[in-house]
């Protein structure tokens, strides 16, 4: 069982391009949260997405950002036209249902860094 | 908005110290906290404490909540280099985990 992967592990992007970060759940599981670590704080909730739905995205900020979680594939976080307030760690976790935390397993993260 | 605090910020030990690290919270609809360790990768998990008075022990490392007071401690006894590390803590309600910002641990040989 290879854990929740994501990728890139690190990504560069210039202020305006776009990010794309993936997420690939752990088998079998079928939930999927994003959660973002700023510099010096701890994580933050995002996004909370199930197989062709989100549930609850009231951590997502209003433009820029979406997520999705198709039938088929990863989970993808999008950022439209990055700034460097964008830059910090995004870790994505999984569960095989909801709620259930000793289930709840984290990718380790894709650093965005934006120059 | 939930709130999660965690002290101190960050400690410096030697091998062999004891170390005990805080855990506040305000939150509603409050299911479990839950305490992670964080070393430059996945946060992984450490404990789940839904009760109160109750003691949660893995080796050296032992965690209590309490409800009523609103704050979990976690315990690190005869610390080793190999724990250093960002010590997380989070409250859940439903799906959703509210962490606090972490206290940083530096354990000297």
């Known amino acids: 069982n290879a854990g929740v992967m994501q990728n890139p592990r690190h990504l560069v992007r210039r202020r305006g391009q776009e990010a794309r970060l993936r997420c690939s759940p752990m088998k079998g599981h079928s939930h999927v949260y994003w959660y973002r670590q700023l510099p010096e704080e701890g994580l933050k909730f995002m996004v909370y997405?199930?197989?062709?739905?989100?549930?609850?995205e009231s951590g997502m900020p209003k433009e820029r950002f979406s997520a999705e979680f198709p039938k088929e594939g990863p989970s993808i976080l999008r950022i439209q036209q990055v700034v460097r307030g964008d830059s910090a760690a995004y870790f994505c976790?999984?569960?095989?249902?909801?709620?259930?935390?000793?289930?709840?397993?984290f990718g380790s993260g894709t650093r965005l860094t934006v120059v | 908005e939930d709130k999660v605090v965690q002290s101190p910020l960050s400690l410096v030990v030697h091998e062999g110290d004891t170390v005990t690290l805080n855990c506040s919270y305000e939150v509603t609809n409050f299911r479990s906290l839950l305490w992670y360790k964080q070393e430059k990768k996945a946060p992984t998990f450490l404990f789940m404490l839904?009760?109160?008075?109750i003691e949660k022990k893995s080796g050296r490392l032992s965690s209590i909540l309490d409800k009523k007071e609103l704050f979990s401690i976690l315990n690190i006894t005869a610390t080793q280099t190999g724990d250093s590390a960002i010590y997380l803590c989070?409250?859940?309600?439903?799906?959703?985990?509210?962490f606090g910002a972490g206290t940083t641990v530096t354990v000297r040989a």
């Open positions: 839904t009760s109160s008075g």
């Open positions: 997405l199930q197989k062709e739905n989100i549930i609850d």
């Open positions: 989070a409250v859940s309600n439903d799906y959703k985990l509210s």
């Open positions: 976790a999984s569960s095989p249902r909801s709620p259930n935390f000793y289930g709840y397993t």
